[in-house]
């Protein structure tokens, strides 16, 4: 096994070396069975289960966490329990194939508006039932694709595992530690290329874990691990062997990778005259905003939908690509200064955390100086609220990455809310990576069908309602990626999809819902929801014992382990 933690692994010499194993290892990869490639996952699930405490530990240094903290259990949940769903829901996949059939066969099937018919992936079992009550996923398909051709489309490239695809490039994100390695599963699985996954510098204490949870592909010569700054991504990348990259990041870095640096990039990108000469996929964030409906609501669900957004916004300390940068409310909603207090509360009294992800501070202070008027709260956070007509643009168009949260009011009451919320975050924000609606069972049930209508009027990968489009991350059956259209040129935030790991074809968005109040309170008011506070919200109080057992269960799911899990989940 061969990975690149040599003296010498950040050199060109590096790169050779391990782009000539994976062009002997594509043809190793070519050979194996659907059975072999299964077993190979196994292996992977299992050995992340095993070193999740040392994965969790290199995340808790990188990202300078005290290790007593709840806050944990976010590396944790979107660590080795993502990457352990990842991996279990391929080898479904692969074992449905194995056995002549479709991995999404016994899916259930719905209808969208505009033509769409829609793959339910979550729950997709009597577990995802459990613990995740109340909360569902549906893949929309883009118009026109009924369920027969998904069924028969699903599986992608692993229809025809013999034939690959050469090598791919991924460029693994530097904030969410199984982005990476789920975009090596996805580009071997997927697209049947053996992968160079270059780590992002801020991970680099990830190496040796990766290294051992990747064990089982990287012997088969289907995987090499390298590290290194942007010089050696350059090489990398322009490298004549490669066939294909793969990107998380910033917009700015893809334009830099696609176009060059510089005023020269700048002006290759407005005549559309990349440099780089093979395709390229990418997940790059975006400005994404949070509609919330006006409504009558109780105190407690101020509260907790307070609880909600911020979250949204600093989970992980604000560094997500799909973190909440800017609420939409309507300034005709009587309860509008309750909530903006409570909300205010939230942002302030979270759990406290360093500012780890290099540039943070430089952007906190970038927002400050664009609304002096913000509210600058502990531990660096920035609440921008009543800000003048007009004088929008940078909350709306620039991608803080930091924890700055940005409230716009739109002088309409309920029946034009809804359809002015939309038109405004498609024209208006830059990005479509996700979206989030925050809205009482009561105002659904009003809008009727024309809720649905305004969910598929926006042109976002993910749409999440009542919930955070985070749980579409974390739902391995999900698409995750931009809405399509983008151009390589006009990249906003990227083209094409990950995760996904039922490999359906022709996929459009993925929707998720979730309660609108946690149990008991959902019980009560007739939501038929048992999920109490969810274990990402950053105020729950045992997220790190949770994630824990989660990821355990994920890998190896039993029903001896739902108690615990109750358990621990109930005293968040």
């Keep these: 096994m061969r990975v690149a933690n040599s003296p010498d692994s950040t050199g060109h010499d590096a790169v050779d070396r391990a782009l000539e194993d994976l062009s002997v290892g594509e043809k190793t990869w070519g050979s194996l069975t659907l059975s072999d490639r299964r077993a190979l ?12 405490e040392e994965w969790v530990a290199a995340a808790v240094e990188i990202k300078k966490l005290d290790p007593t903290s709840p806050l944990v259990g976010e590396e944790w949940i979107s660590g080795p329990y993502a990457f352990a769903g990842g991996a279990a829901t391929l080898v479904h996949s692969l074992a449905a194939l194995g056995a002549g059939d479709s991995p999404i066969a016994g899916a259930t099937f719905g209808s969208a508006p505009g033509g769409r018919t829609t793959v339910r992936v979550l729950p997709l079992g009597i577990f995802d ?7 569902s996923a549906d893949v929309w398909l883009q ?5 027969a051709h998904a069924k028969q489309a699903a599986g992608l490239a692993q229809l025809d595992p013999a034939h690959t695809h050469g090598i791919g490039v991924v460029l693994g994100a530097g904030n969410i530690m199984s982005i990476a390695p789920l975009d090596t599963l996805y580009e071997l699985f997927a697209h049947n290329r053996v992968v160079a996954l270059k780590l992002n510098p801020i991970t680099d204490p990830m190496l040796p874990v990766l290294a051992k949870v990747l064990a ?3 012997d088969v010569g289907a995987v090499r691990l390298l590290t290194g700054g942007a010089e050696l991504g350059t090489y990398l990348v322009n490298h004549q062997s490669v066939d294909h990259v793969h990107m998380t990041g910033s917009s700015i870095t893809h334009d830099t990778i696609v ?10 990108r407005a005549a559309n005259e990349p440099l780089l000469d093979k ?11 949070t509609i919330v409906f006006p409504g009558e609501w109780s105190a407690a669900d101020i509260k907790y939908q307070a609880e909600h957004v911020a979250t949204q916004r600093l989970h992980n300390g604000g560094y997500n690509c ?6 939409v409310l309507s300034s005709e909603w009587k309860q509008r200064d309750q909530f903006l207090a409570a909300l205010r509360t939230a942002l302030d009294t979270a759990p406290g955390r360093a500012p780890y992800y290099p540039g943070s501070d430089n952007r906190v202070g970038s927002a400050v100086a664009s609304y002096p008027a913000a509210d600058v709260l502990t531990g660096g956070r920035v609440l921008i609220h009543d800000i003048d007509p007009g004088k929008e643009i940078d909350l709306l168009q620039t991608e803080y990455f930091a924890p700055v949260l940005g409230v716009i009011e739109l002088p309409y009451g309920a029946d034009q809310f809804a359809a002015e919320a939309v038109r405004t975050v498609n024209s208006d924000f830059v990005g479509t990576l996700g979206i989030n609606i925050v809205a009482h069972p009561k105002t659904i049930r009003g809008l009727g069908s024309r809720f649905d209508e305004l969910v598929a009027e926006l042109n976002y990968g993910t749409v999440a309602v009542n919930a955070w489009t985070g749980v579409g991350f974390l739902t391995a059956g999900a698409t995750w990626g931009a809405f399509p259209g983008h151009t390589i040129d006009d990249i906003q935030s990227g083209m094409g999809i990950v995760h996904n790991a039922l490999l359906i074809d022709d996929a459009e968005r993925t929707v ?4 609108f109040r946690p149990s008991p309170r959902s019980i009560i008011n007739r939501e038929w929801a048992i999920s109490p506070k969810p274990p990402w919200f950053v105020t729950n109080r045992t997220a790190a014992t949770t994630g824990r057992l989660l990821t355990a269960f994920a890998a190896r799911p039993s029903w001896t382990k739902l108690p615990a899990i109750f358990a621990s989940a109930l005293r968040g």
């Design 322 to 327: 799909v973190a909440s940068q800017v609420v």
């Design 279 to 289: 395709p390229m996929t990418s997940e790059l964030g975006g400005v994404s905003p």
């Design 512 to 515: 998720v819902r979730g309660p």
């Design 143 to 147: 118009p026109g694709v009924d369920a």
């Design 216 to 218: 089982p592909l990287i």
């Design 129 to 135: 039932a459990l613990l995740l009550n109340g909360f």
């Design 41 to 52: 996952l196994e292996k992977v699930r299992d050995l992340t289960a095993r070193h999740a």
């Design 259 to 268: 176009f060059g640096p510089g005023e020269k990039g700048a002006a290759r």
